[in-house]
């Protein structure tokens, strides 16, 4: 368990990779000169488990749980993760969406203890250096954000390392890459946000943004250094405002191994609700139209990919971008309006009079609606009658985080649709009882894709990361999706089972990333045992 043991008595207790807490055996204590700092009793992790759950039962708020869940972090590495695995469906809300979006908001005030690597403007220069005070060498995964629109609640500073912490927690937690081969990452340039520059706990740059020239020499040292000091990582660009989620993306994605997961991670996973809505539907993926609200980088992401699907399925370039439409706060997006637009929104800038969002419905009657728009209710009464109006099975996605910047609930989407919605939302809904039938509506989590995408990705050493593999990532899931789920009126396969789709995925990916020649090392004659050998086991 320790190298050489070089961790004893107290260090090792105050370890989180190593300490076991009460289930040091008596030969383990003799060993490592524990006994005495330990209460006499040998416990196992099923009763530390147990300890441990009984505790996060009895906090009183979600926020209080969360807080309770990072400290069983820093004291037992293991524990933790084998409390996440074994309750997925009961912890994932509490250490990613919904809970983070409070976290985010309340890091400065509930911090505890630094955990991941802060690179502010001030480092420009000496980045390198400041990555190697990191005290891990074998760095797989890296997440980075600059905290500039964390969910859908805005410019959240340096309170923005919350994600990168969450996501990677779940890298391990649903694909097993060691925690040692995690790296959070807040790249700190300031803050627009005048309440946290006001706040005399904020922890971050109190300054207005870095931008232009300034912050893009940053960004290139940060990646180089990135690469020098861990070749082949996995680097993730999170939270992102969509100009910088667009440029970083265009400018590393084709010369490191990168993605963003708001743009590409959620693409795929809707891509994959869709695919599994199919099945529902009876209606052929190639002969759907499909509609935005919202035209920022995470609906304009998931249009690029469903373009990129709908091209695989025989569809000229022309004719899959004329299947979907974008409507933001003006309305429609068309042609008319292109002076006016963002270079990401030209190409669904169609030859169309402008008309409002329930007009557009009406008239363009799409068979799909994604609401990407972190802007609640914006799904009314109106819009889902619409919907409803022209098909039997209209399929809806709510998907902006966290839960209180959904466009519409669960509830709402089944009871202004009859119950004949096929319903799918960004954060957890519990399940609607209406007309003697119990709907349990799925959530579009990201966590049913990036982890395993970026097991895949690590698992055949990619070059880089072009759209295919998120294709082969959304079809993968798909087909874990159970008939019974559909029946309920889920879109995503059951959570307790995520670990299992996230290692089909990985290998799915892994496969593909070796079929297009970009990976970085020969391929194992035994591929699925060994990246399923490679994952973290929190058992001890």
């Given at each position: ?539 001890y």
């Amino acid at each position: 368990m320790v190298e050489d043991d070089k961790l004893s008595g107290v260090t090792m207790l105050h370890d989180a990779r190593f300490n076991k807490g009460t289930a040091f055996t008596d030969a383990e204590r003799d060993r490592f000169g524990l006994h005495g700092l330990l209460p006499v009793a040998v416990c196992s992790q099923d009763d530390q488990l147990t300890r441990a759950l009984n505790s996060l039962r009895r906090k009183a708020y979600d926020i209080e749980r969360f807080i309770f869940l990072q400290a069983l972090l820093a004291r037992n590495e293991r524990l933790f993760y084998r409390l996440v695995v074994d309750n997925v469906k009961e912890v994932l809300p509490l250490i990613y969406t919904p809970t983070v979006g409070q976290a985010c908001q309340e890091f400065a005030h509930i911090f505890r203890q630094p955990k991941g690597l802060y690179v502010s403007a001030r480092n420009a220069g000496s980045v390198r250096d400041v990555i190697a005070n990191w005290p891990e060498q074998e760095v797989k995964v890296v997440v980075v954000t600059d905290g500039e629109r964390i969910l859908g609640l805005g410019d959240l500073g340096a309170n923005g390392m919350g994600i990168p912490i969450g996501k990677l927690s779940l890298y391990t937690a649903l694909a097993g890459i060691p925690p040692s081969q995690t790296l959070p990452i807040m790249l700190d340039v300031g803050t627009n946000n005048k309440e946290l520059r006001a706040d005399p706990l904020y922890l971050g740059l109190k300054q207005e943004r870095v931008r232009g020239a300034e912050y893009d020499a940053l960004v290139d040292e940060l990646m180089t250094s990135l690469v020098e000091a861990y070749p082949g990582c996995l680097i993730q660009f999170e939270d992102f405002a969509t100009p910088n989620a667009y440029a970083l993306l265009n400018r590393y994605k084709d010369s490191h191994l990168c993605f963003n997961d708001d743009i590409q991670g959620t693409a795929a996973v809707s891509l994959a609700g869709i695919y599994a809505a199919t099945r529902v539907t009876r209606q052929s993926f190639a002969d759907m139209t499909i509609m935005f609200l919202g035209a920022g980088s995470a609906a304009t992401g998931i249009g690029d990919l469903l373009v990129d699907a709908l091209v695989q399925e025989g569809l000229s370039l022309e004719e899959a971008r004329q299947r979907l439409w974008f409507v933001d706060t003006e309305g429609l997006v068309v042609e008319s309006r292109k002076d006016e637009l963002l270079p990401h929104n030209l190409p669904y800038a169609h030859a169309r009079e402008q008309l409002g969002f329930v007009e557009s419905i009406l008239e363009l009657r799409p068979n799909v609606l994604i609401g990407a728009t972190g802007a609640p209710g914006t799904f009314s009464e109106d819009v889902i009658k619409a919907m409803a109006s022209y098909q039997e099975r209209p399929v809806v996605f709510a998907l902006s985080n966290p839960t209180s910047r959904a466009e519409c609930t669960a509830e709402q989407a089944y009871n202004w649709s009859e119950g004949r919605v096929i319903f799918s939302s960004g954060s957890p809904f519990e399940p609607v009882s209406l007309g003697g039938k119990m709907f349990k509506p799925g959530q579009g989590n990201n966590a049913y894709v990036f982890p395993g995408l970026g097991l895949g990705a690590i698992g055949a050493a990619a070059s880089h990361m072009p759209a295919e593999l998120f294709l082969v990532a959304a079809r993968a899931l798909a087909d874990e999706v159970s008939q019974e789920s559909l029946d309920e009126g889920g879109l995503y396969p059951a959570l307790n089972s995520i670990r299992d789709v996230s290692l089909k995925i990985a290998i799915a990916v892994a496969e593909r990333v070796f079929a297009l020649g970009i990976a970085q090392r020969e391929r194992p004659a035994q591929l699925e045992q060994e990246i399923a050998d490679s994952m973290f086991d929190p058992h001890y």
